[in-house]
């Protein structure tokens, strides 16, 4: 026990030194400045997340990373060019790509041009210096319990603030590509996104890396308002270097009859940590909450989905698969809390691993807390190796072992990656997933 | 040279012996029935042949095209041209039927040196063949035997029977599950696919089957080894007197 709170005294000493130091780099002063100054107050209160917070049990960031590395600098011109040629690896066809590097956005390697009729787009940095958006800086930079949370509001350097028109409908799809392009730092970002009432969109947000960059660590945050009758595809894929961070939040308000089709990738990177909380606001909505995660060698992936059914008559469906091997472990954590106003709740929480060797670890935990006595809810969560009888059957059609293992692993990531609609961003997501496979 | 030759075979799992000394012949064009009670080997032979991992040859020898069969992969087997018709095949969720049809037959003449079929020829082909066994294209389009009837799945491996143009083909079981009608166009189909190049091994509890699918031989086979050898005439006399008569032999 004293070995641990000594590593989150040093810790907490650590994020002290490191907000000090990029104090005088942070976008915006006076109200701003104050928000950032109690973000970090609530940061310094709670610490760097451990094992002893129900919350992160599995993902022990105190024992996993340590302490959070000084902020980035500021991206030169050598570093987006750098950060260039992988924004056109990571590009999804015909999508309308917003870049941020090193957590600063990035209009020169942007399609900003591009974007329809109904997209706003500005950067957050623009909105945090501009003293008459106060109110809005504000609202960008909330927070929760959540200590990375806080943590991102107190150090976010950039991000988008994109909103698009009530009644709009958005034909290609918006990607938010954040790269990294520097060694043994950290990034923040902070972004939001805001449908009006009617509005239909697809935003995919991907996280990599350029050349030379490793060791980094990103904390990037995105809060999302889909407005009434309006419906969103969000898609999130982490395909960053191989011995990256990423701790990504996602704060997510669905609208009345309105619908959220969430799905979350992590296919590479040393420890990553997606977290969404996803509130179902307005009567009738409807959300669809699925990812996967692939995992190999000593790679940590933690998935945690928060779904509040905060009034009644909302479907949410969640579907989570994980493919783990070599000494991988995958954590999942999924909560369904129907409050007890909320009734004609309707949910379903589904959580399956893949064992791809014996040292591969997988820790889920489906939870549901209901409040309400009229609902339709439930859970499921299994964990298993490949079937051998399946391996066999394949193998005496002609299928090679390992073409065989492929195959089936294609299918069991394909049930979850189906459920993102059909399209340019299905393609890329089962894309990166291919390439996830023939590395093996 | 005769097509398969399984000579003394001795295998087993899990330090049990199953085959004690089983011999057979094959050659291209004939139909053997391997005929038998519960628990005499049958399907072990049939996953020994086709190389199904667990099982420990301890001795003997089984040579395919005059070639070591033992020191082949399972999917080497099938590239060389075996086929096993499982006798409880399995469901793969996630994956079409043509989907897989197509990789599998693909890796099949990649390794025979064959150029792979491309889409459109592939569709065309296994369209037809789906079509002579009353299969459904609709069928095609679902997940791999996911939610097929016992008759379905059955009907699915005679499908790739045909689509894989194997050689040797051992039919473990066919009948099983399967009611009247289903049997019959199950066995309408494999006679179908006798041919002058291709041999069959059709392994059954009964003569029910053989009714349908004439043999040129049939084997008893009862604890581990082959102990009576005939014509189709033999299956006829066990039907009359069943396997206890084999039962006691050493």
Not at chain 1, 42 to 48: Q, V
Not at chain 1, 346 to 372: F, G, V, W
Not at chain 2, 9 to 16: I, N
Not at chain 2, 36 to 46: Q, V, Y
């Amino acid at each position: 026990m004293k070995r641990v709170l000594a590593r989150e005294a040093d810790a907490g000493r650590a994020k002290s030194n490191l907000f000090t130091a990029a104090h005088g780099r942070l976008p915006g002063c006076g109200p701003v400045a104050h928000i950032r100054a109690r973000a970090f107050e609530a940061y310094e209160r709670a610490g760097l997340p451990h094992r002893r917070i129900e919350a992160w049990k599995y993902t022990d960031l105190c024992a996993l990373i340590g302490e959070v590395l000084p902020l980035a600098p500021r991206p030169d011109a050598a570093a987006l060019v750098r950060a260039k040629s992988s924004v056109m690896q990571a590009a999804a066809d015909q999508a309308v790509k917003l870049v941020l590097v090193d957590g600063i956005f990035a209009p020169e390697l942007s399609d900003v041009g591009s974007l329809e009729n109904g997209v706003d787009v500005r950067s957050l940095r623009e909105i945090l210096e501009n003293p008459a958006n106060s109110a809005m800086a504000g609202l960008v930079l909330s927070t929760t319990t959540d200590a990375m949370i806080s943590l991102n509001a107190a150090m976010a350097t950039d991000g988008l603030v994109i909103t698009i028109a009530e009644g709009s409908t958005i034909k290609r799809s918006i990607q938010i590509v954040h790269v990294a392009t520097s060694l043994s730092v950290s990034d923040f970002t902070r972004s939001y996104l805001q449908l009006g009432k009617g509005a239909h969109a697809a935003v995919v947000e991907t996280f990599v890396a350029a050349d030379g960059a490793s060791r980094y660590q990103t904390n990037d945050a995105i809060i999302v308002l889909v407005g009434d009758e309006a419906s969103l595809s969000y898609i999130r894929v982490a395909a960053d270097a191989a011995d990256a961070v990423n701790l990504s939040s996602g704060i997510i308000v669905v609208g009345t009859r309105a619908s959220l089709n969430l799905f979350s990738m992590t296919c590479s990177g040393s420890i990553g940590r997606y977290q969404g909380f996803v509130t179902l606001a307005g009567e009738g909505s409807r959300l669809s909450a699925n990812g996967v995660n692939l995992i190999r060698e000593k790679q940590h992936a933690d998935t945690t989905i928060v779904v509040d059914h905060a009034v009644p008559h909302c479907i949410s469906r969640n579907k989570f698969h994980a493919v783990v091997d070599d000494c991988g472990r995958s954590v999942f954590q999924g909560q369904v809390v129907v409050r007890p106003a909320s009734q004609k709740t309707d949910a379903a929480l589904m959580t399956r691993a893949l064992l791809l060797s014996d040292q591969a670890e997988a820790d889920n935990k489906p939870e549901l807390e209901i409040l309400a006595d009229d609902v339709t809810c439930g859970h499921g969560s299994t964990s298993g190796a490949l079937d051998t009888s399946l391996i066999f059957y394949l193998r005496a059609r002609g299928l090679s072992e390992k073409d065989a293992q492929a195959l089936l692993i294609r299918a069991f990531i394909g049930e979850p990656i189906e459920e993102i609609p059909a399209g340019n961003l299905r393609e890329f997501v089962t894309a990166r997933a291919e390439h996830w496979l023939r590395a093996r | 040279m005769a097509l398969l030759e399984v000579r003394d075979l001795h295998a087993g799992m899990d330090e049990r012996e199953i085959l004690r000394g089983f011999d057979l012949t094959v050659n291209a064009g004939e139909v053997h029935a391997i005929m038998g009670p519960n628990g005499s080997g049958k399907t072990t032979l049939s996953h020994v042949i086709s190389g199904k991992p667990g099982y420990q040859v301890s001795a003997g020898q089984i040579l395919f095209k005059d070639e070591d069969l033992l020191a082949m992969e399972p999917e080497e087997r099938a590239g060389k041209g075996i086929f096993l018709a499982f006798q409880y095949p399995v469901e793969i969720p996630g994956v079409t039927t043509m989907n897989f049809l197509r990789t599998a037959l693909n890796a099949q003449r990649k390794a025979r040196g064959q150029e792979e079929f491309s889409t459109p020829d592939f569709l065309k082909r296994a369209g037809e063949i789906a079509k002579s066994l009353n299969i459904p294209q609709g069928m095609l389009k679902r997940g791999f035997n996911v939610g097929f009837s016992g008759g379905e799945k059955k009907r699915n491996e005679i499908l790739q029977m045909a689509l894989f143009e194997s050689s040797l083909c051992i039919l473990d079981e066919i009948d099983s599950g399967l009611d009247i009608d289903a049997l019959r166009i199950v066995s309408n189909s494999i006679n179908a696919l006798r041919s002058p190049e291709r041999a069959m091994i059709v392994i059954t509890h009964y003569r029910r089957l053989l009714d349908y699918i004439t043999p040129d031989f049939v084997h008893v086979m009862s604890k581990g080894r082959v102990r009576k050898r005939g014509g189709r005439e033999l299956a006829l006399e066990l039907e009359a007197c069943g396997y206890a008569q084999f039962e006691g032999a050493a």
